[in-house]
Each structure stands twice: as structure tokens, then as C-alpha cells.
């Protein structure tokens, strides 16, 4: 018979019989250092015996090594508005695992911003690394795509309510300062606004407007804009230019609102506001200031 004895890695002695006919086999296994918690090394001694005594040993040494990197996977993908509304880095929602024991440990690497084209447009890629126990690691990255996609919002004010008299057919031009709406974004920095338009509710000429046009201009640079005090002879409801702003972010998203109203009265004694009311800019009769 032949008995096989092997010691476990805890020392204890295992003892297994074969079939008759050969010697006694002893294997011992000794553990060896470890250099990190998936890494180990053990000496196996075996040794045969013969029904004479005659011994013989040999020596095997078998290491475990971890040089598998651990399993990471990012955050899904995500999109915000605002460069402001990126979030911040979180390791923690990093999932990652590894075949060995000693635990895995997740780090932030950095952020990448690519593709911008304006301040609130473009993508982060923001990478992270897990690390196993004996050094082996992976990275991951997750897409964070920054995209305004949302156009200012004009609040008119309701103290920018303008009135002209006399109705002479003369140039009265107002600039940023006779207006008070207020221009808000979903992002910062703040947007910008100019003059886009003074449409009159009535035809530039008609009966007893003075053959004059055009009745509105805004000037090149549209940072202010001029408009004829006049208005149709007949119509006693007068004459109404719609003031209109542009209002534009900081990545090109646009919206247009009317601000204020400019009333050219029918007939002044209907309207007795307008001899209180400072007439804005230039007087009339004065010509175009660009
Ligand atoms: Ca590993
Ligand atoms: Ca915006
Ligand atoms: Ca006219």
C-alpha cells in the first residue's frame, strides 16, 4: 500500500492511501511570504519511500501572483445645461471589483473638456482608475456633455412707456438707458440684448402722416433705435411702435420680446401724459444720430 500524508497550508497532516505495491509518499507544504493580498507562494515537498526505507524528496514551489486588473464601470453618460451644473467627481459611484481578496480602490484621474465651441458647450471626459490590491488596475471614462440649448428670457418692464409729442415727422431716438427690462439665462455668464425692431401699427404713409418714411430705424450697431413722431391723421386711437429686443447667450441661443410700447397720440388733449412724459434722446426735427 502506499500512503500519501500532506500537510494543508494550516499545518495539518492529510493522509491518503493509493493502491499496494509502491513506497510511502509525504508531501509538506510550506507557505512563503506574501508580497500583497492576492500574491502567495508555498513549498511543496514530496518525498517517496520504499518498502526497503529508501527515501527521495523533491521540492516544488508554486506562486500565486495577482496580474489581473480589477473590473471598473463608469457612471452612465450625462448631459446638463450649464458648465456650472457639471458634477462633481465621484468615485464612490464607480462599481469595481476584483477576483482577489485585498479590495479595490477607486480615484478620480482627472477631467478632459473637448469639443468646446462656447462657454456652456462641450464634453468633459472625466476618467477613473481602480486599483487592486497587488497594484493591477483599469480605467474607465464617463461623457458629460455640457449643452445650453435654453434662450434668454426677456422681462419687460412695465415703467418703459414712452409717448411723442408733437407729431411733427422729426427723429426721436432712444438708447439702452430709456429701457429697463430685465434679461435673465439659465446660464451663466449673463446674456447680452440690442434693439431689433419699432414696428409701427400703422402704414408709413397715410392719410396726414406726412409722406415720410421710413418711420422706424434702428441704428447698424443696434444700440439704439429712432422713430418719426407722427401718426395717421384719421386713426384717433394714434400711433403704437412696438419696441423688440434680441436677446442672445453666451453659445448663440436667441429670443425676441417686445419691451415697451411708444404711443404718438390723435390728439394731445386725449393723452395729457405725454406733456409730463421727457421725450427720450434726441427732439425732434433733429436728424438721425448715425
Ligand atoms: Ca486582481
Ligand atoms: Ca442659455
Ligand atoms: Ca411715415
Redesign the pocket.
Known amino acids: 500500500m502506499v500512503v500519501l500524508r500532506q500537510r494543508d497550508e494550516r499545518g495539518a497532516v492529510v493522509t491518503k492511501s493509493g493502491p499496494a505495491g509502491g513506497g510511502v509518499v509525504c508531501v509538506i507544504d510550506v507557505p512563503g511570504s506574501a508580497g500583497c493580498a492576492g500574491e502567495s507562494s508555498i513549498r511543496r515537498t514530496w518525498t517517496a519511500v520504499d518498502t526497503c526505507g529508501n527515501r527521495v524528496s523533491y521540492t516544488q514551489t508554486i506562486t500565486v501572483r495577482d496580474t489581473t486588473p480589477p473590473t471598473i464601470a463608469c457612471p452612465a453618460p450625462a448631459t446638463v445645461q450649464c458648465a456650472s451644473q457639471v458634477p462633481a467627481p465621484a468615485p464612490g459611484s464607480v462599481a469595481a471589483a476584483d477576483t482577489c481578496p485585498g479590495g479595490v480602490t477607486v480615484a478620480h484621474v482627472g477631467d478632459a473638456l473637448v469639443n468646446q465651441t462656447c462657454p456652456n458647450r462641450f464634453t468633459v471626459q472625466r476618467t477613473y482608475r481602480a486599483t487592486d490590491a497587488c497594484g493591477n488596475s483599469a480605467t474607465c471614462m464617463q461623457l458629460i456633455t455640457v449643452n445650453d440649448t435654453t434662450p434668454p428670457v426677456v422681462q419687460p418692464s412695465a415703467s418703459d412707456s414712452h409717448c411723442l409729442w408733437p407729431p411733427n415727422h422729426g427723429w426721436v431716438c432712444y438708447t439702452r438707458a430709456n429701457f429697463h427690462h430685465v434679461v435673465t439665462d439659465n446660464c451663466p455668464p449673463p446674456p447680452t440684448w440690442k434693439f431689433a425692431g419699432c414696428a409701427s401699427n400703422q402704414s408709413?404713409?397715410d392719410i396726414g402722416?406726412?409722406?415720410?418714411?421710413p418711420?422706424c430705424l434702428v441704428s447698424p450697431d443696434s444700440s439704439q433705435f429712432c422713430v418719426?413722431a407722427?401718426r395717421q391723421g384719421t386713426d384717433l386711437a394714434g400711433r403704437t411702435y412696438t419696441v423688440t429686443v434680441e436677446a442672445v447667450d453666451a453659445c448663440g441661443n436667441t429670443s425676441q420680446a417686445a419691451v415697451a410700447a411708444i404711443h404718438v397720440p390723435h390728439d394731445q388733449r386725449e393723452h395729457p401724459e405725454c406733456l409730463k412724459t421727457t421725450q427720450a434722446g434726441r427732439r425732434p426735427n433733429q436728424g438721425l444720430p448715425w
Open positions: 408709413e404713409n402722416d406726412g409722406n415720410t418714411g418711420d418719426r407722427e
